[in-house]
């Protein structure tokens, strides 16, 4: 069955769907045979696609008598089919000269007979015009009346034969005023200016230019005039080439995005002329969020004085010195459904731990940031992370940091190189960072190498790296969460009313894990129990639970210890199930974090060392008294006082004889029961057998006079 359509569509008419400029060809008994203006394809559509394309606003049917229209104007206008497309001058003289043509169409109406003599400026009828036309529009002041006793600038009228061309070419174009507009930008000469050879010599150079190597203009002209070819006939006509000043006239006629696209390549376009993205992609608090480290344009010091330092890097420590002149990284986490900032880190270097040093930030209260900087308004509470977004640099992309965040539930996901728009949250934040903060505070370096070429910024540097942390923890608490934003979904609203409401539309948020972020964001420290529970840098830890487990021995445990909180601490062993807990023994850390509280420890160790030198005399002195006093060290000058160590290795050297057999028998002995023989030689074995020459035997198997009683010692055996 054939299938009524809905719209009249005729043959011929242009159809604009899915982007694309479709001309109806043939109307089929299923549809549609059309052809793509652009590519030519040919394919069908079918009644039911055109008509629910219509019907939804998706599609929009240019019959050919709106087309031949629409391209006559085009033609008569040079291309400007609104008035809207000129400048603001040309609008007004639009207006005015709309206002006269509706002055005539009024007066004709009325009967009035108008002709071109009659509207000159002796005509009968060009005081009826006018004044109809002020009428119409009064502040265009046709008839120029007098102000204050001046004559008031009004509008240039034409004389009769413009004001009908005017009426005619109005009509012409079913009354569209942009044709009432002056075509000056159609004047001039038709024919082109250069020859055909002249034109690819313009294309062959800018060809050669819009490259990534990007060479320079005049060297690339230069060069180029040798190695164009040029035929014999176009030798002959005798016409040079271009000159350099018409070629760069045709590159700024070029697109600065074609530009940027050759001289610096698709990526670096994409970056820097790229539409950006509108979506909304995240609405609850926590969400998604966005992660990246960034080298602040500013050199931070104790005092502004440079100084320059031999330093051993195995025994340098990594937190940053008062008086350290550098740049410091800062490491951001975001938002993106609020734009709020969860946490910010600076550092000397950007690398895995300053990562997971951001992630437990985020997920902690930063009151003691608020008290130590003097903040007055509250920070963004602790969330937990869901979808965490993150470029591929060594600081994120990583082992390490991608177990401690899927160990807390959080799902990753990697953006891609040199894409900013992946992440366009979190980049943001930087240049808004460094163009209200860091551009006014002295150590400033510029957002480009070179651009401050007058200032020296390490010269100027001031501030310490607990100053500037605290300037921008000030920013991030009580300036930026209540700046209107203007990116995409805040739709003006501050960060911090975005958050309230997200949290009234979709309820509470999420509450992290302690138990989750000391295992999986804390330190490791692999450490042996003792009695007194078990000890990570110094600080000790014990429990209930701790002591059955260790049972009055020494075990080796790995202890999980959050930097930000010593209160507690969970311990794993291998071969054991449970994850034990112990509580920090030593209170007087409790309300320290790991940082502050080896600080504290070394404090006590290095300061004032003039002091601690005069202490460590005294306590010299203090033990060499006590020593001569108890008696028990004899006095080493005197050296009957005490046992030489030459003696104690002469004793020691007796105790070492050990008792050996000897290797043959001193003299003559008995054999066993001739003891108490009278004979001489009766049983006597001498000490050493004495050799006898045999002579050979002829018969094997008899036996010698003597060959039984010579036998040889077990000693003769082995010689």
């Not at 400029?21 to 040919?42: F, I, K, N, P, Q």
């Not at 291309?79 to 000269?97: A, D, H, K």
């Not at 040079?240 to 376009?269: D, L, N, Q, W």
């Not at 029961?673 to 045999?694: C, K």
Request: with cysteine.
């Amino acid at each position: 069955m054939t299938s009524q359509p809905l719209y009249n569509i005729p043959k011929g008419s242009i159809l604009k769907l899915d982007g694309r400029e479709l001309m109806v060809s043939v109307r089929e008994e299923s549809g549609y045979a059309v052809r793509c203006l652009d590519s030519g394809e040919c394919f069908s559509l079918t009644v039911e696609r055109v008509d629910d394309a219509i019907r939804e606003r998706d599609c929009e049917v240019i019959k050919p008598a709106d087309a031949e229209k629409r391209y006559a104007l085009l033609e008569y206008t040079g291309g400007i089919e609104r008035v809207e497309q000129f400048p603001e001058e040309t609008q007004r003289i639009v207006q005015g000269r709309l206002a006269l043509v509706l002055a005539q169409d009024a007066l004709r109406e009325e009967g009035e007979k108008l002709t071109q003599r009659s509207m000159d400026k002796a005509g009968k009828h060009r005081r009826l015009v006018l004044e109809r036309a002020d009428r119409i529009a009064p502040g265009f002041n046709f008839l120029r009346t007098r102000r204050g006793g001046k004559l008031a600038a009004g509008f240039d009228v034409p004389q009769g034969r413009t004001l009908a061309s005017y009426h005619d070419v109005y009509h012409r174009f079913d009354r569209n005023p942009v044709v009432l507009a002056d075509r000056d930008h159609k004047k001039g000469r038709r024919e082109p200016r250069l020859w055909d050879w002249q034109e690819r010599f313009i294309s062959f150079v800018l060809d050669c230019w819009l490259v990534p190597q990007k060479p320079k203009l005049a060297d690339l002209y230069a060069q180029a005039k040798e190695e164009f070819h040029r035929s014999p006939q176009e030798i002959a006509q005798c016409i040079s080439f271009p000159t350099i000043t018409t070629i760069r006239s045709r590159i700024k006629a070029i697109s600065e995005v074609v530009r940027v696209i050759g001289r610096g390549g698709k990526r670096h376009a994409t970056n820097v002329k790229g539409p950006g993205s509108t979506d909304v992609r995240a609405l609850a608090f926590g969400e998604k969020f966005e992660t990246d480290q960034c080298l602040l344009s500013i050199f931070t010091s104790g005092d502004g004085v440079v100084r320059a330092k031999v330093i051993d890097p195995k025994q340098a420590p990594q937190e940053l010195a008062d008086n350290e002149v550098r740049r410091c990284w800062l490491h951001l986490i975001i938002d993106v459904a609020t734009r709020e900032v969860l946490g910010w880190v600076i550092s000397e270097t950007a690398d895995a731990d300053h990562t997971k040093a951001l992630l437990r930030m985020a997920t902690r209260d930063k009151t003691k940031e608020k008290v130590r900087y003097g903040c007055k308004q509250e920070p963004v509470p602790p969330v937990r992370l869901g979808l965490s977004l993150a470029d591929n640099g060594t600081a994120t992309r990583n082992a390490d940091v991608y177990a401690s965040q899927l160990g807390m539930g959080m799902s990753v996901m990697t953006a891609r190189a040199y894409q900013p728009l992946d992440k366009q949250v979190v980049e943001r934040v930087f240049g808004t960072l460094q163009w209200q903060v860091l551009n006014t505070l002295p150590g400033y370096t510029g957002s480009r190498p070179g651009e401050l070429a007058g200032y020296d910024p390490k010269n100027s540097a001031k501030l310490s790296h607990d100053q500037l942390y605290g300037i921008i923890t000030r920013y991030f608490i009580d300036e930026y969460p209540f700046r209107p934003h203007r990116g995409t979904g805040m739709n003006g609203a501050t960060p911090r009313q975005k958050r309230e409401e997200a949290q009234k539309r979709y309820g509470a948020i999420e509450a992290p894990s302690q138990r989750d972020r000391c295992l999986h964001l804390g330190a490791k420290v692999i450490a042996t129990t003792t009695s007194d529970g078990v000890r990570a840098f110094n600080i000790p830890f014990n429990s209930s639970q701790l002591v059955r487990f260790d049972d009055g021995k020494s075990k080796r445990v790995t202890v999980h210890l959050d930097p930000d909180d010593l209160r507690k601490v969970y311990v794993t062993a291998e071969g054991v199930e449970e994850v034990m807990e112990a509580e920090l023994s030593m209170t007087v850390f409790k309300d320290q974090s790991l940082e502050e509280a080896i600080e504290i420890m070394e404090a006590a160790s290095r300061s004032n060392p003039t002091l601690r030198e005069l202490h460590d005399r005294h306590l010299r002195e203090a033990r060499a008294r006590r020593a001569r006093d108890s008696g028990f060290f004899p006095d080493s000058r005197d050296p009957s006082s005490y046992p030489t160590l030459a003696q104690l290795e002469a004793r020691a050297s007796e105790l070492l004889q050990v008792e050996t057999r000897p290797a043959a028998y001193i003299g003559a002995t008995s054999a066993p029961g001739q003891l108490m023989s009278r004979g001489r030689a009766s049983g006597v074995v001498p000490a050493r057998p004495v050799p006898v020459r045999l002579r050979p035997n002829r018969h094997p198997h008899r036996r010698l006079p003597g060959q039984a009683h010579l036998r040889r010692s077990p000693l003769d055996r082995r010689m």
